[in-house]
């Protein structure tokens, strides 16, 4: 004879869990600078130079050549010297307006400049004609000044850009509990 049993088949819950992942972006624009440069200011003044013609020898030997003739003779020498202090300073201008090419002119100028100087202020010195008329020419220190530019700096700085977008977590069931109840060995089967 068998012995009627209950059997019990039981299954567990099981939750599920949809996750969204949060998102967040953050992009920093780029800062500007903002630059100015005021550029230099160089003046340059050449003052005259002072140019003295002695004739008292010349009129003390007015016996070789008359006064006028003299001062003609006087005349065409100031001006050849007048020519060639020109040339000399438009050349120095010219050299100075050709700044933007590498190199430093001013510097260069200087140099040349400062032999005559530190020897002695006479440019040019001497007689027309034999013992006649002496000629004394000084020339004048240039002078320069310089005015350095400055650079105005305005930064503009950005602040950072910043998106977030929050994640989410849904819970669900996945497989819901059951409980199976099943008897066994209720029919039983006898032979006499």
């Known amino acids: 004879m068998q012995v009627p049993q209950i059997r019990?088949?039981?299954t567990f819950a099981k939750l599920g869990l949809q996750i969204t992942k949060p998102v967040q972006e953050i992009r920093q624009p780029r800062?500007?600078?903002n630059l100015h440069q005021e550029p230099a200011v160089l003046e340059i003044r050449q003052p005259k130079g002072v140019l003295t013609i002695d004739t008292s020898e010349a009129q003390a030997?007015?016996?070789l050549r008359g006064p006028l003739r003299r001062s003609r003779d006087?005349?065409?020498?100031?001006y050849?010297?007048?020519m060639e202090a020109i040339?000399?300073?438009s050349e120095e201008g010219d050299r100075l307006r050709a700044i933007e090419n590498r190199g430093n002119p001013i510097a260069d100028i200087a140099f040349e400049e400062s032999v005559i100087y530190h020897n002695t202020e006479i440019i040019a010195e001497g007689s027309l004609v034999g013992d006649g008329v002496d000629i004394h020419?000084?020339?004048?220190?240039?002078e320069i000044n310089v005015q350095i530019g400055g650079v105005q700096m305005?930064?503009?700085i950005k602040k950072p850009i910043h998106n977030y977008t929050p994640g989410k977590v849904e819970g669900y069931i996945r497989q819901w509990n059951s409980l199976k109840i099943d008897f066994v060995g209720l029919n039983v089967d006898r032979k006499l």
Not at 74 to 78: Q, R, T
Not at 137 to 142: I, K, Q, T
Request: glycine residues 4%; without cysteine; aromatic residues 6%.
């Open 8 to 10: 019990l088949q039981q």
């Open 31 to 33: 800062a500007e600078l």
């Open 61 to 63: 030997n007015i016996d």
């Open 74 to 78: 006087n005349a065409e020498y100031g």
């Open 80 to 82: 050849q010297k007048a």
């Open 87 to 89: 040339a000399q300073i």
């Open 137 to 142: 020419y000084e020339a004048r220190r240039p």
């Open 154 to 156: 305005n930064p503009e």
